[in-house]
């Protein structure tokens, strides 16, 4: 698990470093006694919820291939790479962090949930510019709205319990809140500081939900760790492309 978590937090921005040096039914009469107007009021109650608007329905979670259509791809976004993600990249099972009030971060981190997502699917991507080293990682998670609701409610959460927190033998600290997107249904931001490589490295996280399925943003940048943050244009068009499919 360790390696996971090592992989997926410096493979893609190494990459980056190298290549920068590189409802009704029938109506059926009883046979109870009665007049005809009782009849017919009785028959008129029965066809009254085939007349109203039917209960309205919470999406449900999206299948593998959904999120593979309604994920970002090459040309979204003019001048940005997109790559897929390995599944070694986004291991699906979780490790307790300490404290458990940061259990969500560290769960976000393989973007990993509890409750876990029903189906998954993860990109990488590097902007236009090739002096810029930072990295978004991006994934689509699958879930029931209930779920869905309880996942975002749990960050929001450790947005205001967890400050710093010990997860797969690695340190986070100077955990906050960041400004939260105007996107989607409901949406949450915040910042962890880990210790890569030698220094002190700011990642931002940014996750939109809408309707049943969750949108992650992961930004790092080793060259310059205090440049870091999850453009806007790509949260946008993430997210316009999932609520269109």
């Not at 029938?26 to 066809?47: L, N, P, R, T, V």
């Not at 399925?213 to 760790?225: D, M, R």
Request: glycine letters at 6%; hydrophobic letters at 40%; charged letters at 25%.
């Amino acid at each position: 698990m360790k390696s996971s978590v090592s992989r997926a937090v410096v493979a893609a921005s190494v990459t980056v470093a190298l290549g920068l040096t590189a409802a009704c039914g029938s109506d059926k009469d009883s046979g109870g006694s009665g007049s005809d107007d009782k009849k017919s009021s009785g028959q008129q109650a029965k066809q009254k919820p085939a007349e109203g608007k039917p209960a309205e329905k919470k999406p449900t979670a999206l299948s593998a291939a959904d999120l593979e259509k309604a994920v970002l791809a090459k040309g979204d976004l003019k001048g940005y790479k997109v790559e897929k993600m390995s599944a070694a990249d986004m291991p699906s099972q979780t490790v307790p962090a300490d404290p458990a009030a940061c259990q969500p971060f560290a769960d976000m981190f393989m973007f990993a949930t509890q409750p876990s997502a029903k189906a998954r699917v993860g990109r990488t991507m590097t902007g236009p510019d090739e002096l810029d080293a930072t990295v978004i990682s991006l994934a689509l998670l699958a879930h029931e709205q209930p779920d869905a609701e309880k996942v975002m409610g749990d960050l929001r959460a450790a947005t205001k319990n967890c400050t710093a927190y010990e997860h797969a033998d690695s340190k986070y600290r100077d955990v906050a809140a960041l400004p939260t997107p105007k996107a989607g249904d409901e949406a949450v931001s915040y910042k962890v500081v880990g210790l890569i490589e030698g220094q002190k490295t700011p990642m931002s996280f940014t996750v939109v939900r809408s309707g049943s399925t969750l949108a992650a943003f992961y930004s790092i940048n080793l060259l310059k760790p205090k440049k870091f943050g999850v453009p806007a244009e790509i949260v946008e068009a993430q997210v316009k492309k999932l609520q269109d499919a």
